[in-house]
């Protein structure tokens, strides 16, 4: 049976991403992709997309706003412009979206299963099956709008749907994966993200087959009219019915309503592990990169987290603000995004995967070796402060091609006379 992992809030986020990163976010993508499947094969990339924590992760790495629903439109959108060029390659193919995109699903389903000799209708009929059950069968007050299927080349898949409750400005996301599915309507989920609503009505729970046999026999004795001159005599008599079943715990990431990356968003541990290691691994592994000019400590240190992302255990993903460390967020959260510093950790990862797929895979091993130097120093690894940390990075921001959704960061002169002026 299909495993459920977990569940998240995640404030419901307007705006669009400008295409210096959405470009960006593309190549990023699809390189930290390539490497997954070069270590660990497809089906481990279809788990690692069907996992919540390690999904709003991956968005973070990439310059998206951290905490928000835009990671999931956003990082569907990379990789479907990403992984459509390298479908043919890497047996992966990403169909669906946002809004109309969704609804092109199906037709894209049967494409891809004549292309490449897999049962097309069928996924197509699994992908209406998904969107039908969020969106009917859990009525948890969340509408859906986006729906991403990602399939390959052997017909296995994982979907990542979202819906949105504008009421409550928040939204939910839904996982499934394909492997060890046995039914569409028997606790299917990989996982469910989102906030409680109370009483969920979640007609696919293991539990409600008794109610879902008895809701056909039902229909069958009484009719439509039959059923709600029932529904009216319960409603005008105010029975009481029992509480539901308690729900065993699952894991939960809350994702907080304000937009600032805080230190308590942030394990510091594994933050001062992951800086520990670009500093001690850095001038051993990656010498000869360091001597390339503009390319420094800098780069490596974005490296060591892009390496957690492709190599990290499951529970290390459990504080997805952590990785926007590495290229800040197009909001200037926790700082605007360093351009030069993202282009060159782009250049590193994709040169390190071209010669690891010509048998040349030093420069991966060592990209990999900095997750593992991380998870040996986080445990007495000690360093900076989150907030000196952020300072340091505004500060120099200018200097790395800081860029937001605001514009282009001027110099740190500039910015104090400008900061003064508003002050006056």
């Given at each position: 049976m299909a495993r459920r992992a977990g569940s998240a809030d995640l404030p419901l986020h307007g705006g669009h991403v400008p295409k210096w990163l959405g470009d960006r976010m593309t190549r990023l993508g699809a390189v930290i992709t390539e490497a997954i499947v070069l270590e660990y094969g497809r089906d481990e990339l279809l788990r690692r997309l069907a996992h919540p924590f390690w999904f709003q992760s991956f968005g973070a790495v990439m310059g998206m706003d951290w905490h928000s629903s835009g990671i999931t439109t956003s990082v569907i959108g990379a990789l479907k412009r990403g992984l459509t060029p390298l479908s043919a390659e890497l047996g992966i193919h990403v169909c669906g979206g946002r809004?109309?995109?969704?609804?092109?699903?199906?037709?894209?389903?049967?494409?891809?299963?004549?292309?490449?000799?897999?049962?097309?209708?069928?996924?197509?009929?699994?992908?209406?099956?998904?969107?039908?059950?969020d969106s009917a069968a859990v009525q948890d007050g969340f509408d859906l709008y986006l729906h991403g299927f990602i399939v390959t080349d052997d017909g296995h898949w994982v979907v990542v749907q979202q819906g949105m409750n504008g009421d409550r400005h928040q939204a939910r996301r839904y996982h499934w994966l394909s492997e060890g599915l046995q039914s569409f309507v028997d606790s299917p989920h990989a996982a469910i993200d989102g906030i409680e609503q109370g009483v969920i009505v979640n007609l696919t729970d293991r539990r409600a087959d008794a109610s879902r046999r008895r809701q056909l026999d039902i229909l069958?004795?009484?009719?439509?009219?039959?059923?709600?001159?029932?529904?009216?005599?319960?409603?005008?008599?105010?029975?009481?019915?029992?509480?539901?079943?308690?729900?065993?715990?699952?894991?939960?990431?809350?994702?907080?309503?304000?937009?600032?990356?805080?230190?308590?968003?942030?394990?510091?541990?594994?933050?001062?592990?992951?800086?520990a290691a670009a500093a001690e691994c850095g001038p051993r592994d990656f010498s000869e990169?360091?001597?390339?000019?503009?390319?420094?400590?800098?780069?490596?240190?974005?490296?060591?987290?892009?390496?957690?992302?492709?190599?990290?255990?499951?529970?290390?993903?459990?504080?997805?603000?952590?990785?926007?460390?590495?290229?800040?967020?197009?909001?200037?959260?926790?700082?605007?995004?360093?351009?030069?510093?993202?282009?060159?950790?782009?250049?590193?990862?994709?040169?390190?995967?071209?010669?690891?797929?010509?048998?040349?895979?030093?420069?991966?091993?060592?990209?990999?070796?900095?997750?593992?130097?991380?998870?040996?120093?986080?445990?007495?690894?000690?360093?900076?402060?989150?907030?000196?940390?952020?300072?340091?990075?505004?500060?120099?921001?200018?200097?790395?091609?800081?860029?937001?959704?605001?514009?282009?960061?001027?110099?740190?002169?500039?910015?104090?006379?400008?900061?003064?002026?508003?002050?006056?």
């Open positions: 809004g109309n995109h969704s609804r092109q699903t199906p037709h894209e389903l049967v494409a891809i299963g004549d292309r490449v000799g897999i049962d097309g209708a069928a996924l197509a009929r699994a992908s209406r099956l998904v969107a039908k059950v069958g004795e009484l009719g439509p009219d039959g059923i709600e001159r029932q529904l009216a005599k319960l409603e005008a008599g105010g029975s009481e019915s029992p509480g539901p079943e308690v729900q065993p715990m699952l894991p939960h990431l809350v994702m907080p309503g304000h937009h600032d990356v805080r230190p308590a968003d942030i394990v510091t541990r594994r933050l001062h592990g992951n800086l990169l360091l001597l390339v000019p503009g390319v420094g400590a800098r780069t490596v240190r974005a490296l060591a987290q892009v390496a957690e992302v492709v190599h990290g255990a499951p529970y290390r993903f459990s504080d997805p603000a952590r990785f926007s460390i590495a290229h800040g967020g197009k909001d200037r959260h926790p700082y605007p995004v360093p351009l030069k510093v993202y282009d060159r950790t782009i250049g590193v990862l994709k040169t390190a995967v071209q010669k690891a797929k010509l048998g040349q895979s030093e420069e991966l091993a060592a990209i990999k070796r900095l997750d593992e130097q991380a998870r040996r120093l986080e445990g007495h690894a000690s360093g900076a402060s989150v907030e000196a940390l952020f300072a340091e990075e505004r500060a120099r921001s200018h200097e790395y091609g800081g860029r937001s959704v605001f514009g282009v960061e001027p110099p740190l002169q500039q910015t104090a006379r400008r900061s003064g002026e508003r002050t006056k």
